[in-house]
Every structure is written in structure tokens, then in C-alpha cells.
């Protein structure tokens, strides 16, 4: 990663946010995070208040799927970030 924490944080503010509702994690939302994470590296996920108990297993999931790296969790929201081919 040729950026530091701090700067990938600051992209963060403004990157797209995707929301994973109560259904949580399946194929069309690993797709999605595909797409966004090609088209803007950096990608914020923040998870519904009734599945945060899960949120780390599908942090695991997203990251090993999309082959991005997690960069931060913070409350209910993560942030992840693909370097572009």
C-alpha cells in the first residue's frame, strides 16, 4: 500500500458506502463491492445495528471474496480498499 492509513481514511470520507441490511452478505452484494471497489479503490460498508453481532464474519467474508484489504472498522462501518490493476 503506497498510502498511509491516514490518507486512505481521508478518501474514505467521501468514497461510496454500501449498506449491508438484515439479509447480510450474498453473491449480489460481493458483486456490487467488486464494481465499486474497481471503479473507487476504497469502499465503506456500514452494517445494520441488528446483524453488528456478525459484522466481523462478514468483514472475513467481503475481504476474502473481493481480495481487498481492511483498512478500519469503526462502530458499524468498515472500510476496505483494493489497489487497481
Do not use: C, W
Not at 12 to 22: E, P, R, V, W, Y
Amino acid at each position: 500500500m503506497s498510502q498511509s492509513k491516514k490518507e486512505m481514511m481521508n478518501r474514505a470520507l467521501s468514497a461510496m458506502t454500501i449498506n449491508i441490511g438484515k439479509a447480510g452478505v450474498n453473491d449480489n452484494v460481493i458483486e456490487e463491492i467488486k464494481r465499486q471497489l474497481e471503479a473507487n479503490e476504497i469502499v465503506k460498508l456500514k452494517f445494520a445495528k441488528n446483524i453488528a453481532r456478525d459484522k466481523d464474519d462478514y468483514i472475513d467474508e467481503i475481504v476474502t471474496k473481493t481480495r481487498a484489504k481492511l483498512i478500519d472498522v469503526r462502530g458499524h462501518v468498515a472500510v476496505i480498499y483494493k489497489k487497481k490493476p
